[in-house]
């Protein structure tokens, strides 16, 4: 069965600090990745996605940068934070129907 | 920005009652999925419809899709208080190649 795992769960940071998080797949290979934000009470906004190793498609201009180094590993990263980067970040792997992790709340202070 | 559009934002129902949210949508689609949020988790897909089909079941779910209208409806009937949770529309463009989420519709299910 497919399993996707995101941590941390939740991540308090102080502005300026860089940022990594990680999302790995188990159970399928070569997957679609997402990286999603989601404000609070709104939808999810796509972040980037990834068809392949080291393909990474950005949807937003913004402070954030993904990598996929493997197969099964999704990383959303930061080398300075902002404020403006506080939310809800959401790891998926699909073609159509999209599997979610957890999410990670990232406030940042 | 946000393809699919759900109505109403927010619903408050008591437990046995249906619940409908609608989702609207701009462009043309190969499929529409429905999805839930309980409070602070991932999302769980519940219901995929093709662009081909107008109506599909899965347990107490109802959704249909009118693609003149670009609008599809999702039912649960009989709720209950666990269903209580975010309900989202997310759908894949033609053209785009990837899902589009909307901004939800929050279902409060009343013991």
């Known amino acids: 069965s497919q399993t996707i795992h995101q941590w941390p769960a939740t991540l308090v940071q102080p502005v300026g600090s860089p940022l990594s998080l990680e999302c790995t797949v188990e159970?399928?290979?070569?997957?679609?990745l997402y990286w999603y934000r989601q404000a609070a009470g709104r939808g999810l906004q796509l972040l980037f996605y990834?068809?392949?190793?080291?393909?990474i498609s950005s949807e937003v201009p913004q402070n954030l940068s993904a990598s996929r180094p493997q197969d099964r590993q999704f990383i959303l990263s930061s080398k300075k934070l902002l404020l403006s980067d506080s939310g809800f970040y959401l790891c998926?792997?699909?073609?159509?129907?999209?599997?979610f992790g957890q999410g990670t709340r990232l406030t940042v202070v | 920005s946000q393809q699919g559009e759900e109505d109403p934002q927010a619903l408050s129902i008591q437990e046995g009652e249906n619940a409908t949210m609608n989702c609207s949508y701009k462009?043309?689609?190969?499929?529409l999925q429905w999805y839930r949020q309980n409070s602070g988790r991932g999302l769980v897909h519940l219901i995929l419809?093709?662009?081909?089909?107008r109506e599909k079941h899965s347990g107490r779910l109802r959704v249909t899709l009118d693609t003149s209208k670009k609008s599809s409806s999702l039912l649960i009937t009989a709720s209950r208080a666990a269903d209580t949770a975010s309900y989202f529309c997310?759908?894949?463009?033609?053209?785009?190649?990837?899902?589009?989420f909307g901004d939800g519709t929050t279902l409060t299910v009343k013991p």
């Open positions: 990834s068809v392949g190793i080291g393909q």
């Open positions: 419809i093709r662009s081909n089909e």
């Open positions: 998926a792997h699909g073609n159509t129907e999209a599997f």
């Open positions: 159970g399928t290979s070569n997957p679609n």
């Open positions: 997310a759908t894949d463009d033609t053209n785009a190649g990837k899902s589009t």
């Open positions: 462009t043309s689609i190969n499929n």
